[in-house]
């Protein structure tokens, strides 16, 4: 009975510094993983590999291109995301959603010029989607160019003249058919 006791306190002993030398060496590996970096790629690199090679294996996927695109922006590159943008966009040349994403980066790069010109190429390709003539005369009032704003407004209240919008769309147009809209000199 003694010799079980002394042997389990042996065994109580070596397993408590087994467990201490690997607490330890844990410990050791994430101090010099935080101080001398892993090595390995960051998060946005291993996705942005990732979208690189869907879009290699998939290349008439709009999908895929438009993971791209995401890499691309969530790393600030977004030329290359415009240019993903782009192909998903000339994949699926008929869908808003697409270049809704085309857009959107075209402003988060700064060139609001390029996101009026890409809806502006949607609306004409797709001169019955209303909600992107809505789109087009928003854009077009933030870039300054009320009287192509003005008639994307009224072409909206054109094609859905019971949408929920519309009185707000109206007292836009209102606004700067009078001048007070943006601050900006009306030039189409």
Same mark, same amino acid.
């Not at 998939?58 to 240019?83: C, F, G, R, T, V």
């Given at each position: 009975? /003694?010799?079980?006791?002394?042997r389990t306190?042996r065994?109580?002993?070596?397993?408590?510094?087994?467990?201490s030398l690997?607490f330890?060496?844990?410990?050791?590996?994430?101090?010099?993983l935080?101080?001398?970096?892993?090595?390995?790629?960051?998060?946005?690199?291993?996705?942005?590999?990732?979208?690189?090679a869907?879009?290699?294996e998939?290349?008439?996927?709009?999908?895929? +291109?438009?993971?791209?695109?995401?890499?691309y922006?969530?790393?600030?590159? +977004?030329?290359?995301?415009?240019?993903a943008?782009?192909?998903?966009?000339? /994949?699926?040349?008929?869908d808003?959603?697409?270049?809704?994403?085309?857009v959107?980066?075209q402003?988060?790069?700064?060139?609001?010029?390029?996101?009026?010109?890409?809806?502006?190429? +949607?609306?004409?390709?797709?001169?019955?989607d209303?909600?992107?003539?809505?789109q087009?005369g928003?854009?077009?009032?933030q870039?300054?160019?009320?009287?192509?704003?003005?008639?994307? +407004?009224?072409?909206?209240?054109?094609?859905?003249?019971?949408?929920?919008?519309?009185?707000?769309v109206?007292?836009?147009?209102?606004?700067l058919?009078?001048?007070?809209g943006?601050?900006?000199?009306?030039?189409?």
């Amino acid at each position: 009975m /003694l010799l079980d006791q002394k042997r389990t306190r042996r065994t109580v002993q070596v397993v408590a510094i087994l467990t201490s030398l690997a607490f330890a060496g844990v410990i050791f590996v994430v101090l010099g993983l935080i101080f001398f970096g892993g090595g390995g790629k960051s998060a946005e690199d291993q996705v942005l590999d990732d979208a690189t090679a869907r879009v290699q294996e998939q290349p008439n996927n709009p999908e895929a +291109y438009e993971e791209l695109a995401s890499a691309y922006a969530a790393k600030n590159q +977004y030329p290359q995301a415009i240019d993903a943008a782009e192909q998903a966009v000339a /994949l699926q040349p008929n869908d808003l959603e697409r270049v809704q994403t085309l857009v959107s980066l075209q402003l988060q790069a700064g060139d609001s010029a390029g996101a009026v010109n890409t809806l502006q190429e +949607y609306t004409a390709k797709n001169p019955r989607d209303a909600e992107a003539f809505l789109q087009l005369g928003q854009q077009a009032e933030q870039a300054g160019r009320t009287q192509l704003a003005l008639l994307a +407004y009224q072409t909206f209240l054109r094609l859905e003249p019971d949408d929920p919008n519309v009185q707000a769309v109206r007292a836009r147009i209102q606004q700067l058919s009078s001048g007070a809209g943006t601050g900006t000199t009306p030039a189409g």
